[in-house]
T-cell receptor
Framework: DAGVIQSPRHEVTEMGQEVTLRCKPI?????LFWYRQTMMRGLELLIY????????DSGMPEDRFSAKMPNASFSTLKIQPSEPRDSAVYFC?????????????FGEGSRLTVL | GQNIDQPTEMTATEGAIVQINCTYQ??????LFWYQQHAGEAPTFLSY??LDGLEEKGRFSSFLSRSKGYSYLLLKELQMKDSASYLC????????????WGLGTSLAVNP
C-alpha cells in the first residue's frame, strides 16, 4: 500500500513568494495532520482535520498560513507571503480512526527554504 | 505549562543495550508514544504505553510510570541501523489527537 505522499520534496523560494505544499493521505485514514519540524522547536502541530473538517488550527502561526482539505484524498498547506523564518521541514501525517490515539503515519516531508 | 524532556544526545556501542529516558509534565494523560526518525526521513511509530509497566516488542521495549511522569525506551542488541533520533510524545486528552512532542534524543551507535 502507498504511504502518505507529499509534494514537493524540496522547495526553495524567495521571501514574499507563495508556497503551496500538497499531501495525499493513506486511503481510508480519516485524520490528517500538518506538522512543522525545526531543530530548535522540534515537531509542532499546525492543524489537523478529521473527516475533512478542520478540528484544531491553534498551531497555525499566523494568518499567512492556511490549510484546506477539499476531499478525503487531498490536502494543501499554503504560506503567503513566505518569510525566511518559515524555513523548516513540513510533514503531513494521517491516522485511521480505529488506531490508538497518536499512531501517525508520516509522509517523507517537504523541506522548505525561504531566502 | 506542558513539557517533555529527553536527553539531546546519546552514544552506545553495537551489540550493547541503551535506555533513553523521557519525563513529562502535561495537563492530562492519554498515552505516551515513542517514534524513531532517521536523518532526513519521516518519523515512524515504535510503541505506545497507556498503563504502567513494560511493553516489549522485539529488541525494543518501552516502560511507563504515570505517577512519576516518566518513560524510557530500551533498545537491546544495538545495531548500526538504530542510529537515529528517538522522539517521545504524549497525548494529553481523550478525544484530542494532538500530541505534545519532545525534541528527540539523537542516538549514535558506534562499531
Amino acid at each position: 500500500d502507498a504511504g502518505v505522499i507529499q509534494s514537493p520534496r524540496h522547495e526553495v523560494t524567495e521571501m514574499g513568494q507563495e508556497v503551496t505544499l500538497r499531501c495525499k493521505p493513506i486511503s481510508g485514514h480519516n485524520s490528517l495532520f500538518w506538522y512543522r519540524q525545526t531543530m530548535m522547536r522540534g515537531l509542532e502541530l499546525l492543524i489537523y482535520f478529521n473527516n475533512n473538517v478542520p478540528i484544531d488550527d491553534s498551531g497555525m502561526p499566523e494568518d499567512r498560513f492556511s490549510a484546506k482539505m477539499p476531499n478525503a484524498s487531498f490536502s494543501t498547506l499554503k504560506i503567503q507571503p513566505s518569510e525566511p523564518r518559515d524555513s523548516a521541514v513540513y510533514f503531513c501525517a494521517s491516522s485511521p480512526g480505529t488506531s490508538v490515539v497518536g499512531e501517525l503515519f508520516f509522509g517523507e516531508g517537504s523541506r522548505l527554504t525561504v531566502l | 505549562g506542558q513539557n517533555i524532556d529527553q536527553p539531546t544526545e546519546m552514544t552506545a556501542t553495537e551489540g550493547a543495550i541503551v535506555q533513553i529516558n523521557c519525563t513529562y509534565q502535561t495537563s492530562g494523560f492519554n498515552g505516551l508514544f515513542w517514534y524513531q526518525q532517521h536523518a532526513g526521513e519521516a518519523p515512524t511509530f515504535l510503541s505506545y504505553n497507556v498503563l504502567d509497566g513494560l511493553e516489549e516488542k522485539g529488541r525494543f521495549s518501552s516502560f511507563l510510570s504515570r505517577s512519576k511522569g516518566y518513560s524510557y525506551l530500551l533498545l537491546k542488541e544495538l545495531q548500526m541501523k538504530d542510529s537515529a533520533s528517538y522522539l517521545c510524545a504524549v497525548s494529553n486528552a481523550g478525544n484530542n489527537r494532538k500530541l505534545i512532542w519532545g525534541l528527540g534524543t539523537s542516538l549514535a551507535v558506534n562499531p
